[in-house]
């Protein structure tokens, strides 16, 4: 098939990106900047197109000839506070891509959403995917969509459980933590994949939305401290009430990269547990985060020590005995 991928050079977009083309298909990734992702070129047979995916017009000229869109484009935070970033990123992107789609006669749209996205949610992240969902049943039959709704999605490259790792590596001896009871079901990437490349084979997955979890549901606080002992470093990690979480959020809506922030900490409030289970209705077996993700972060680890471990050796030699 030829697709044509929203969001193709980011964390999810590469690793589906890839195996879309592994599988034979015709792929082509739209960017505001190509420069910036030609490293994705390598791929055989991938075209790395400029595009501006807020104009429909323009996506709609894009799209034409092609069979499936889908729509992987998304933000963990915003630059304001108002939640206006999130209802572009999420809502009025996906309310042109669909417009541009029916006008190109696209048949296929495959929607990327989040468990808990409903237009009443008590974040603007999940309120603006909700309110995306919702243009698409509001859509019609064409083109036949499809929504994917992950808990936390981990694998190499996240921004999950390695941001946890930098943290727990940046904070020594005691590692204060938001929100340590909400709950969580991280699945990993590669099974977000699979499920949506079994969705352009099934017709019957036409007009259905499938919530992805991995194969059981942590608290944070285990998921920071499982990360903790993986990496050797031991941490007393203590459980922050509500209101000091809250609190931390505040404080961190205004640091670099905002970490954390208080639309994330609204997100918490909700435990991200799937209540159906689409991976088994898509005949999935999903991987544990430990057997999954101990397989990156440990090896990574183990270099990190290995390269640490050297550079002592090395500094110990340049100032040991005969050494000026």
């Avoid at 197109?49 to 894009?62: F, I, K």
């Amino acid at each position: 098939m030829s697709i044509c991928v929203l969001g193709g050079s980011g964390f999810l977009g590469t690793r589906l990106v890839c195996r879309l083309i592994k599988d034979g298909h015709r792929v082509t990734v739209l960017s505001r900047d190509r420069e910036q992702h030609k490293h994705m070129l390598v791929l055989p047979g991938l075209a790395l197109e400029n595009c501006d995916v807020y104009d429909p017009a323009e996506l709609a000229e894009r799209f034409r000839g092609q069979d499936v869109v889908i729509n992987l484009i998304g933000i963990l935070n915003e630059r304001g506070f108002g939640g206006g970033g999130f209802r572009r990123a999420h809502t009025e992107l996906t309310q042109g891509a669909l417009r541009a789609a029916k006008s190109a006669g696209v048949a296929r749209f495959l929607q990327m959403s989040a468990l808990n996205a409903a237009p009443d949610a008590p974040s603007h992240y999940l309120r603006s995917k909700g309110a995306a969902e919702r243009l698409l049943h509001e859509s019609g039959s064409s083109p036949g969509w499809t929504i994917f709704q992950p808990s936390v999605i981990f694998g190499p490259g996240d921004s999950f459980l390695n941001r946890f790792v930098s943290l727990l590596a940046a904070v020594p001896w005691v590692f204060p933590l938001a929100k340590p009871r909400a709950r969580l079901q991280p699945v990993y990437i590669d099974d977000v994949v699979e499920a949506m490349v079994r969705c352009l084979a099934r017709a019957d997955s036409i007009g259905r939305t499938y919530q992805l979890g991995g194969p059981r549901d942590y608290s944070l606080r285990d998921i920071v401290a499982w990360l903790a002992a993986l990496t050797g470093r031991r941490r007393l990690i203590i459980g922050l009430p509500d209101f000091v979480s809250r609190l931390q959020a505040l404080v961190m809506d205004f640091v670099p990269g905002r970490p954390f922030s208080t639309d994330n900490y609204r997100s918490l409030g909700i435990d991200s547990v799937c209540t159906s289970d689409g991976l088994a209705a898509l005949g999935i077996a999903p991987q544990s985060m430990e057997s999954a993700a101990a397989l990156y972060l440990g090896a990574f680890e183990d270099n990190a020590r290995l390269s640490r471990c050297r550079a002592a050796a090395g500094r110990a030699g340049r100032t040991g005995p005969g050494r000026p």
